[in-house]
């Protein structure tokens, strides 16, 4: 399994970029990285996801570097908005299954 | 608008009187999956669908039933709840398989007393 490790929580002043790492030394060659969050109790919202090349959506931007061990998902300008848990996700070994770990709690302050 | 429905919503039954969750979705997606949301535990998948009468288990199916008999719905059955079944538990969808966005249902919470 590509398993994913996170900072439990992070803090990020309103209008700066947010930048959430992860870690993921395992993950294999035709694997990709999967970003989403999840705003309190509501159902998780898809973000972003990418194999080896960084990619950039309306919400965020993806960094994946060259060994593919780490990925950084950037929130450009966090909002209060954007204050939520936010899973880095590989698939698993049956490649049917993707595996949510614990995320990082992103706090959004004024 | 596309989107993944549950109910209900909020459910509180006793222990052993079997019920079942619902969830449809309105894009035509293939792969649906059942998840439960526990404190501490993060999401857990119960059981998945690749397509209509294709169904696999996820990482605790013990208790759950499920059935994929149209594309669109993808009903979670527990046939004797018991109270650690107690949960926050989501559909969610994708186009084929989760290697695409899935799309996740509102939640349904269930206390089973």
């Known amino acids: 399994d590509a398993k994913t490790t996170q900072p439990p929580s992070m803090d990020c002043a309103e209008g700066r970029a947010a930048n959430l790492p992860c870690n993921h030394s395992?993950?294999?060659?035709?694997?990709?990285v999967y970003w989403y969050r999840q705003i309190h109790s509501q159902g998780p919202q898809y973000i972003i996801h990418?194999?080896?090349n960084n990619e950039t959506n309306e919400m965020a931007s993806l960094i994946i570097t060259e060994d593919r061990k780490s990925s950084t998902l950037i929130l450009p300008h966090a909002t209060l908005r954007d204050t939520a848990v936010y899973y880095c996700?590989?698939?698993?070994?049956?490649?049917?299954?993707?595996?949510f770990g614990s995320g990082t709690q992103l706090t959004v302050l004024p | 608008e596309a989107q993944v429905t549950q109910n209900p919503r909020y459910l509180i039954t006793v222990t052993g009187k079997k019920l079942t969750v619902t969830c449809s979705q309105n894009?035509?997606?293939?792969?649906m999956s059942w998840y439960r949301q526990d404190p501490g535990l993060g999401l857990r998948q119960i059981y998945y669908?690749?397509?209509?009468?294709?169904?696999d288990k996820g990482d605790v199916p013990e208790g759950y039933k499920v059935s994929r008999k149209e594309k669109r719905n993808f009903p979670l059955i527990l046939e004797s709840p018991s109270p650690n079944q107690t949960s926050l538990y989501f559909c969610?969808?994708?186009?084929?398989?989760?290697?695409?966005?899935?799309?996740f249902g509102p939640g349904t919470r269930l206390t089973v007393t």
């Open positions: 969610a969808s994708s186009w084929r398989h989760p290697s695409y966005e899935q799309y």
């Open positions: 990418g194999l080896k």
């Open positions: 669908s690749m397509n209509v009468e294709v169904t």
């Open positions: 996700i590989g698939p698993s070994g049956s490649a049917r299954q993707l595996t």
């Open positions: 395992t993950i294999s060659g035709n694997e990709y």
């Open positions: 894009m035509n997606h293939e792969y």
